[in-house]
């Protein structure tokens, strides 16, 4: 049998002493556990329950013949077992810990040693329970929970390397982190929310009528209150030895409460909501970052691959979710407006989240999402303060194109960042327009994000010619004028998007259009309105493209957007012989929208017209999927914004179909692809939404299953979309791992 190493010996077999001993015997994972502990009642229980191997009454016999010594005792004690285990350590023998506090640890064996011993590698399981004693001892306590391993620089990488796969054997998930932000990350994470439990326990323990205020406690008391039932003398040296950072925690909670308490004194209605959604919106911010399977700085870090089997009709009548663009948009301009903005028919996909969340954190109340519904109270547009930390948004490119040029304007200095995949896209093309509008934008050495602002400068109005077009910069530029001294006019190559033009009017800003160039005056204000946001034709097309090539088929998509700066799938798809009709045609808040019917009908290949591309730039990987189910060739030129996208587009949709046997080739600017059969094969989204769920309607015609793999930000625009593709009869499921 194959061990990770000899001779472990735990000293303290308390809950986590005793679990991780049970965990290595139990797992066979190294070849003796000897376990050490003062009280001799616990160490012969740990010996009767089957625990450890051997029971060491000798400290130093025990350190004497360890390969790896664990210490599990509470962290008061470290510096005084280090001290008694010195004389027999030898200078091969690992070290580590389980307390809860590394630098008291640390500082311990700084003074002892000299310097901290290069195998001794600090450790912290977060996991545990208000049980105690080697009795509670439980070999699957870590599973599915986190250790942390805070390393020095001159740490051992053989002895790193072992502790780590010492915590993933017995099931951890293994992270690292430095000793300093260790201990002010678990100050907030842990030690204050302890302490506050036995603090509210004990103060309302001496209340007169106690009786009363236990016995019909609810649930939210008992869940917050169980952790005061933990090991007292535990918190207490936990409390001692990490006490700049938890006096510094409660400093911060005090300095909230004091505000709460404010609020409920005088009555401030929107201080009290601000305080509640956003504490709502975190936690299940945080609740979603645990599960991974959200926005948040290790954003989708949840393996999704969607398997798609052959054949299917595609039938029925449904709702996708709301338009992206114009979703972002209502929580900008509603929380710059004077007054409270209702939102319905909100995008709950995480990109439009990832908006939501940064004007909260720029301090906006907001209630909701609820069933798409959303409650701004504005702030006027002058009236957001500095975010807590740099602002995250995720996979959104409009959301960080967008809000650079809305806080060029602002007081305060700003960072944007995202995902890995955002990480990659080009930020020069906002970031040179407001740095002639007088904007202080920096980016980082390839042009990407993160993007960091400087606060407080003055914008003065520019005449932009766009070299490309793009409503992305358009939009950014413009927000920015609204900060701006004089007349800020933007002029397009292309007509794009013109959402942000709409949305302005409604609030009751001006905006001058005049055929491609689009004016606006710094200097006014914004009034709060209604907003219904319309189904977004991006996520439409999807199964658009799925009906036009699947024979049988007959769809309705209610409620859809054909704003007249969008519709280019729609054109495209008539052009290529789609029978596809707009049915109850009228105008919602300034966009106009209808039902769109699509029954099957043989396609045939075209040239796109290079005037409908900016029109359905988002929606060629669909339409690349129509093109092979066309009859003869269909040729896409103009479409280089295609090539940095959230994927390289063109490159991914060549890859992908090649895989399927489909005829493409891919160019500088677009496509040559050819009617031709598709097989079965697995294929890379590369993190792109809508690659995912191109390849995913491709198997309407493929005669073969499509494994498509990275899916996870499908999430980002369309959360129901396997739902709802299983509901008219797409043959896809999911897998998460």
């Keep these: 049998m194959s061990y990770l190493t000899g001779k472990v010996v735990v000293i303290g077999l308390g809950l986590i002493g005793g679990s991780l001993a049970k965990a290595l015997r139990t797992r066979g994972i190294c070849k003796t556990v000897i376990g050490y502990d003062r009280d001799e009642d616990e160490l012969a229980a740990g010996l009767r329950l089957g625990i450890i191997d051997e029971a060491a009454t000798d400290l130093l016999g025990a350190v004497e013949v360890a390969d790896v010594v664990v210490l599990a005792v509470p962290v008061k004690a470290m510096e005084t077992v280090l001290a008694e285990m010195l004389p027999a350590l030898r200078p091969e023998t690992i070290i580590t810990d ?38 509670a001892a439980d070999a699957t306590l870590f599973e599915h929970h986190k250790v942390i391993i805070t390393p020095l620089p001159q740490s051992d990488s053989d002895a790193v390397t072992l502790i780590a796969r010492m915590w993933q054997s017995v099931g951890a998930e293994v992270l690292q982190m430095d000793v300093e932000r260790h201990d002010e990350v678990l100050a907030a994470t ?15 323990a001496q209340e007169q009528d106690r009786n009363d205020i236990f016995r019909y406690a609810a649930g939210g008391f008992r869940d917050f209150t169980r952790i005061a039932a933990s090991d007292p ?32 004194e005088t009555e401030d209605s929107r201080a009290m909501l601000g305080i509640f959604t956003r504490a709502k919106a975190a936690r299940e911010h945080f609740s979603k970052i645990l599960s991974g399977s959200a926005y948040s700085q290790t954003m989708t870090n949840t393996e999704t691959t969607f398997h798609a089997q052959p054949g ?9 979710p709301g338009d992206k663009s114009i979703s972002h948009r209502s929580i900008m301009l509603g929380s710059l407006s004077d007054g409270v903005t209702e939102v319905t028919g909100f995008l709950e996909g995480e990109d439009s989240l990832a908006t939501l969340q940064a004007f909260r954190d720029m301090g906006v109340v907001i209630e909701g999402p609820h069933q798409g519904e959303v409650k701004i109270y504005g702030v006027g547009i002058n009236g957001l303060q500095q975010p807590p930390g740099p602002i995250y948004v995720g996979n959104s490119g409009t959301t960080i194109r967008l809000m650079s040029g809305l806080l060029a304007g602002q007081a305060f200095d700003s960072e944007l960042s995202g995902d890995a995949s955002l990480s990659k896209r080009p930020m020069e093309r906002v970031a040179k327009p407001l740095r002639l509008m007088g904007a202080n934008v920096e980016t980082d050495e390839n042009g990407c994000p993160p993007v960091k602002i400087k606060g407080g400068q003055q914008l003065k109005a520019i005449s932009y010619d766009m070299p490309i077009a793009s409503a992305q910069v358009k939009s950014c530029v413009m927000l920015a004028g609204l900060y701006s001294e004089g007349e800020t006019q933007v002029t397009e190559p292309a007509p794009t998007r013109d959402h942000t033009e709409r949305m302005l009017r409604g609030f009751g800003y001006q905006v001058d259009v005049d055929a491609n160039k689009v004016r606006l005056s710094g200097g006014g204000s914004l009034k709060a309105t209604k907003i219904d946001v319309p189904a977004d034709i991006s996520s439409a097309t999807f199964f658009m493209v799925a009906a036009a090539i699947t024979p049988d088929s007959d769809i ?46 043989p396609l045939k290949g075209i040239k796109i017209p290079e005037d409908q591309v900016p029109l359905a730039i988002d929606e060629f990987p669909a339409l ?8 003869g060739e269909t040729v896409l030129t103009g479409a280089e914004e295609l090539r940095v996208k959230e994927s390289d587009r063109i490159q991914a949709m060549v890859d992908g179909l090649k895989i399927l046997g489909a005829d493409i080739e891919g160019t500088p600017d677009g496509a040559i692809i050819r009617g031709s059969e598709m097989g079965g094969g697995v294929i890379e989204s590369h993190d792109d939404h809508r690659i995912a769920m191109s390849f995913t309607i491709a198997s309407l015609r493929a005669k073969g299953e499509i494994e498509v793999r990275e899916c996870a930000n499908v999430a980002t625009s369309f959360p129901n979309f396997v739902e709802l593709a299983q509901q008219v009869g797409i043959r896809v499921r999911k897998e998460e791992q």
């Excluded at 195998?119 to 080697?134: D, M, Q």
């Excluded at 842990?190 to 309302?204: C, G, I, K, R, Y």
């Excluded at 299917?312 to 996708?320: A, C, D, E, L, P």
């Excluded at 049915?583 to 009908?601: C, K, Q």
């Design 556 to 601: 309705t998509l209610e409620h859809v957007g054909i704003n007249p700066t969008r519709v280019g799938v729609i054109n495209i798809l008539k052009a290529m012989g789609s029978n596809l009709e707009l049915l109850n045609e009228r105008e919602v808040g300034g966009e106009p929208v209808a039902d769109i019917r699509i029954r099957y009908a």
């Design 190 to 204: 842990s030690h204050l929310p302890h302490l506050l439990a036995f603090s509210l326990v004990d103060t309302l």
């Design 233 to 264: 003398t535990m918190w207490h040296d936990v409390g001692l030895a990490n006490k700049t950072a938890i006096l510094q925690k409660i400093d911060e909670f005090t300095t909230g409460l004091a505000q709460l308490k404010q609020a409920i």
């Design 312 to 320: 299917g009709q595609v039938q029925g009548t449904i709702r996708v």
């Design 98 to 135: 389980v307390g809860s506090v590394k630098g008291n640890v640390i500082r311990a064996a700084q003074e002892l040693f000299g310097s901290v011993p290069n195998r001794f590698i600090p450790g912290h399981p977060i996991a545990g329970s208000e049980k105690s004693g080697v009795a």
């Design 624 to 631: 690349f999927i129509a093109a092979v189910c066309a009859e």
